[in-house]
């Protein structure tokens, strides 16, 4: 079974630019999330989907930061404009629709480092 | 107060040795609980759930779980170099229908040989 796939795997920016992350999660798989982990911590919570509407985005910097889930499937997470501290690895983790203890269970992909300079 | 808190580490123990790594958790509601293994420039692998009171165990590998005392484990039996990573804690939090993880700073692990 393929895993979360992420593209692309590392970008370099400079700040005020801007950049987008793309995903594709395990297949089956209807809920997508967004994580931030910058260096030395756990990863961060940023956007939820169920299939494709959000459920959760209160910890996304709206203001900066934009993620869409057409159709369900794929993602897709913006940052406009970037500034340093945006700087960290971009997580995608998909987990089963929600309805079993398996369900809770989120498997990331490979992630994408973002050095905003 | 911090949802989820772990030992930064670094926890050196001998090969063939046991890991006890260590989490605690600020929410009583908390129905879910997770151990992430994280190598090194890689992202985090699910190695472990647990969802009610006890003990589970899978190969070399045991969680605890203590709801009472909010507190999560791991312990690595007979640990490899190979087992030298960050391990995370992170703990579930249904809130408004959304399936929130937590996660801790992560312990980091070495396996000396």
């Known amino acids: 079974e393929a895993g979360v796939a992420q593209s692309p795997r590392y970008k370099i920016i400079e700040k005020r630019q801007s950049v987008a992350f793309w995903c594709n999660p395990i297949?089956?798989?209807?809920?997508l999330y967004w994580y931030q982990q910058i260096l030395g911590q756990g990863p961060k919570l940023l956007i939820q989907?169920?299939?494709?509407?959000?459920?959760?985005d209160s910890q996304l910097p709206k203001d900066r930061f934009s993620a869409e889930r057409l159709k369900g499937v794929d993602s897709t997470l913006k940052i406009q404009p970037a500034k340093l501290e945006d700087s960290a690895v971009y997580l995608c983790?998909?987990?089963?629709?929600?309805?079993?203890?398996?369900?809770?269970?989120?498997?990331f992909g490979p992630g994408t480092r973002l050095t905003v300079t | 107060q911090k949802e989820v808190e772990q030992n930064s580490g670094p926890l050196s123990v001998p090969e063939g040795a046991i890991a006890s790594l260590n989490c605690t958790y600020s929410?009583?509601?908390?129905?879910?609980f997770f151990w992430y293994r994280q190598y090194s420039g890689k992202s985090p692998e699910l190695i472990m759930s647990?969802?009610?009171?006890g003990d589970k165990e899978d190969g070399r590998f045991t969680a605890q779980l203590n709801k009472a005392s909010q507190y999560v484990s791991l312990l690595i039996r007979d640990s490899q170099p190979s087992d030298s990573a960050t391990y995370l804690c992170?703990?579930?939090?249904?809130?408004?229908?959304?399936?929130?993880?937590?996660f801790g700073t992560g312990t980091r692990l070495t396996v000396i040989p």
């Open positions: 989907f169920q299939n494709n509407g959000v459920v959760d």
């Open positions: 297949s089956g798989h209807a809920t």
């Open positions: 983790a998909s987990s089963l629709e929600w309805g079993t203890e398996e369900s809770y269970e989120q498997y």
């Open positions: 929410d009583r509601g908390s129905q879910s």
């Open positions: 992170a703990v579930n939090k249904e809130e408004t229908g959304a399936n929130n993880l937590f």
């Open positions: 647990i969802y009610s009171n």
